[in-house]
T-cell receptor, first 118, second 115 residues
Framework: GAVVSQHPSRVICKSGTSVKIECRSL??????MFWYRQFPKQSLMLMAT?????????EQGVEKDKFLINHASLTLSTLTVTSAHPEDSSFYIC??????????????FGPGTRLLVL | AQSVAQPEDQVNVAEGNPLTVKCTYS??????LFWYVQYPNRGLQFLLK??????LVKGSYGFEAEFNKSQTSFHLKKPSALVSDSALYFC?????????????FGKGTKLSVKP
C-alpha cells in the first residue's frame, strides 16, 4: 500500500515551453502533497505544499507564477513549470501524506520526474 | 531553526559487516524522525520512523535506528550489509514549526557496500 506515482518519469522540452507533472496517490487519499526539487548529488529542497481545494504554500524563493500547483482532488496534484528555462532542469519529486490518521506522519514519495530543458 | 545533519558524505563497508549511517537533529518540541533510501534516478523509499515509544525502531529490509535523546541522534544501522543496500540514505525530521508537517532533509549519505 501507500503507492505514489508520477508522470512523466522523464521529459525533455525546449526553452520557453510549459511542462506539467502529475503526482497521484494510487491506493490512499492524501490530505497534503509536497513538491521537492533535487539537484545532482544534493538533498531534497521543499518547493511547495499543496492541500486539496486550496492554494499551495510556496517556500521562500520559489516563484509561484513559474511553478503552478493545482491540487484538484485527494489523489492528484499537478506541478506546471511555465516558460521553462535550462536552469529549471532538475529532478522533481512529489510526496503525499495519507488522510488516514495512523499513517499521516509518514510521507510517501513518487519515483520522481527528470526534467531537461534545452 | 530546525535542522538535520548527516556528517558523512559517504560510508563504505564490506558485505556482511555491520553498517551505521549517522544522523543528528535539532528541533523544537518532540522530534518526528525518518529515514528514507533513494536508488539512482528513483524517488525516496520509506525505511522507518520514530514518533514515540521504544528508542530502537525496526524498519524495512533489516534496517533499524536508535533514537538517542541526550545525543540528539537517530543513527541508521544494519547488522549485516548487503551489496544491494548501496544507495543514498536521507535522514529527515518533521518541521514542527510549520503547520503542514513537511520534512526537513539531511544532505544524504551515500552507502557503498563492496562484495
Amino acid at each position: 500500500g501507500a503507492v505514489v506515482s508520477q508522470h512523466p518519469s522523464r521529459v525533455i522540452c525546449k526553452s520557453g515551453t510549459s511542462v506539467k507533472i502529475e503526482c497521484r496517490s494510487l491506493d490512499f487519499q492524501a490530505t497534503t502533497m509536497f513538491w521537492y526539487r533535487q539537484f545532482p548529488k544534493q538533498s531534497l529542497m521543499l518547493m511547495a505544499t499543496s492541500n486539496e481545494g486550496s492554494k499551495a504554500t510556496y517556500e521562500q524563493g520559489v516563484e509561484k507564477d513559474k511553478f503552478l500547483i493545482n491540487h484538484a482532488s485527494l489523489t492528484l496534484s499537478t506541478l506546471t513549470v511555465t516558460s521553462a528555462h535550462p536552469e529549471d532542469s532538475s529532478f522533481y519529486i512529489c510526496s503525499a501524506r495519507p488522510l488516514l490518521r495512523r499513517l499521516s506522519e509518514t510521507q510517501y514519495f513518487g519515483p520522481g520526474t527528470r526534467l531537461l530543458v534545452l | 531553526a530546525q535542522s538535520v545533519a548527516q556528517p558523512e558524505d559517504q560510508v563504505n563497508v564490506a558485505e556482511g559487516n555491520p553498517l551505521t549511517v549517522k544522523c543528528t537533529y535539532s528541533v523544537s518540541g518532540n522530534p518526528y524522525l525518518f529515514w528514507y533510501v533513494q536508488y539512482p534516478n528513483r524517488g525516496l523509499q520509506f525505511l522507518l520512523k520514530y514518533i514515540t515509544g521504544d528508542n530502537l525502531v525496526k524498519g524495512s529490509y533489516g534496517f533499524e535506528a536508535e533514537f538517542n535523546k541526550s545525543q540528539t541522534s537517530f543513527h541508521l544501522k544494519k547488522p549485516s550489509a548487503l551489496v544491494s543496500d548501496s544507495a543514498l540514505y536521507f535522514c529527515a525530521v518533521r518541521d514542527n514549526g510549520g503547520s503542514q508537517g513537511n520534512l526537513i532533509f539531511g544532505k544524504g549519505t551515500k552507502l557503498s557496500v563492496k562484495p
